[in-house]
C-alpha cells in the first residue's frame, strides 16, 4: 500500500512540473495523459531508486560543501534522465534541457515532501491520537 501512496504522489508532483515551460506531457486525452504521468512518476522512481544511492556516495563533498544543495543539482539531472528514457520508451513527456529540468525537480521535491507529510499525519483506525 505504501509504495501505490508513493507512486500516487509522484504522480501528482509529476503532473504539475508540466505546468512549468519547458517541461510538455504529449497525449490526445486526459486518460493517455495519466497513463503517461504514472508511467513518468514509475520511472523516475526506478531512476532514484538506483542512481541517486550511487549519486550521493560519489557527491559526498560535494553535498557537505555545498550544505545539501548539490541534491537538487543531482535532482535536476535524474529528471532529465527521466525524460531522456520516457522518450526511449515511447511516453511523450520532455524535459528541455538542465533549468527546466531543475525547476521541475523542485518542485517534485517540495511537492512531494508536503504530500508525504499529509499522508504520514493521517492516522489509521484504532490508532491512538496523539495528546497535544
Not at 20 to 48: C, E, K, S, W
Not at 56 to 74: A, E, I, M, S
Not at 92 to 113: C, K, R
Request: contains cysteine.
Amino acid at each position: 500500500m505504501a509504495v501505490l501512496v508513493h507512486i500516487l504522489i509522484t504522480m501528482v508532483a509529476v503532473w504539475l512540473t508540466t505546468l512549468l515551460p519547458g517541461i510538455t506531457l504529449g497525449g490526445r486525452d486526459t486518460p493517455a495523459q495519466i497513463l503517461t504521468v504514472l508511467a513518468v512518476a514509475v520511472v523516475f522512481g526506478l531512476v532514484n531508486v538506483v542512481l541517486k544511492p550511487i549519486a550521493k556516495t560519489l557527491g559526498c563533498l560535494l553535498y557537505v560543501l555545498t550544505l545539501g544543495l548539490f541534491g537538487l543539482v543531482v535532482n535536476a539531472l535524474l529528471l532529465w534522465l527521466t525524460s531522456y528514457l520516457a522518450g526511449e520508451l515511447g511516453l511523450p513527456f520532455h524535459v528541455d534541457g538542465f533549468w527546466p529540468a531543475f525547476w521541475g525537480a523542485l518542485i517534485i521535491t517540495i511537492v512531494s515532501s508536503a504530500l508525504h507529510g499529509v499522508v504520514r499525519r493521517t492516522r489509521t483506525p484504532g490508532e491512538e491520537r496523539p495528546r497535544a
